[in-house]
């Protein structure tokens, strides 16, 4: 049976976990042949191997190896990232770099690589995994939020190009997503503001969205499959926010 996705190839990055799983999930069940792409190489492989998939064990913050790189990907999904909480003051400048390496220069490097087969072909999907705090800010997070804002504007440059040539370019704007990314944000929250862990979630990480609850992976999944297929189209350019209400303040 034909599927939304038959015959589409989707590269998922971070895709072993997390975020990136539930979309590499959803992307296979709706046909498209995924490549995982994750710096884990166990996780990569067995994901891979239980969605009928490839892996493609890849370090994103070594850039400068992705520099020559061509991909032939009919879907991009760009949705690898870590996270660093500290005061500006005392944030680490190697760690601030690692960031952005990671969420802004490594996605450039792969949409850079993935457009010409894309043009070729008249199609192309890039979708980017931005974040609330790709649009409003918290304390502590320099690198975080101005790595998400900075792939904000890369992905409405790439809509503006890619638009003629049938390449669409979203972000995607989840609030705090149930994953082990966020669980680990726990403690070193806790550490910064000085509350306990429970009190985090209550009073900082919670206590924005209108619905007091965590986005669940799975919810991203579907709209990633959404914007990827054919009803996406027209849906470029724009950001899509997943957030239980955070930004509507």
């Not at 493609?56 to 999904?77: F, N, Q, Y």
């Not at 760009?78 to 500006?88: E, F, K, L, T």
Request: net charge negative; hydrophobic share 45%; with cysteine.
């Amino acid at each position: 049976m034909s599927t939304p996705l038959t015959g589409r190839k989707a590269l998922v990055t971070g895709g072993a976990s997390g975020i990136g799983l539930a979309c590499a999930q959803a992307l296979a069940a709706d046909g498209a042949l995924v490549v995982v792409a994750d710096l884990n190489e166990a996780a990569a492989r067995a994901t891979a191997e239980a969605l009928g998939g490839e892996a493609w064990v890849v370090d994103l913050s070594d850039t400068a190896a992705l520099e020559d790189l061509t991909l032939d990907c009919d879907i991009l999904v760009n949705c690898a990232g870590i996270q660093r909480v500290s005061p500006i003051e005392e944030f680490d400048p190697g760690a601030f770099r690692l960031l952005h390496r990671i969420m802004l220069e490594a996605p450039f490097l792969l949409i850079r690589a993935a457009l010409p087969h894309m043009y070729a072909q008249g199609f192309g999907r890039i979708i980017n995994i931005s974040s609330v705090h790709g649009l409003v800010a918290s304390p502590f997070k320099s690198a975080y939020v101005s790595a998400k804002h900075g792939l904000e504007g890369l992905s409405k440059v790439t809509a503006l190009e890619g638009g003629p040539h049938g390449v669409s370019s979203v972000c995607i704007n989840p609030g705090y997503v149930r994953t082990p990314l966020v669980e680990g944000q726990v403690a070193d929250q806790a550490k910064s503001h000085g509350i306990s862990e429970a009190e985090v979630i209550e009073k900082v990480m919670l206590v924005q969205p209108a619905i007091k609850e965590f986005v669940e992976p799975a919810d991203l999944g579907a709209l990633v499959s959404f914007l990827a297929g054919p009803h996406g189209r027209m849906a470029t350019g724009a950001s899509y926010v997943m957030d239980g209400g955070w930004v509507a303040r």
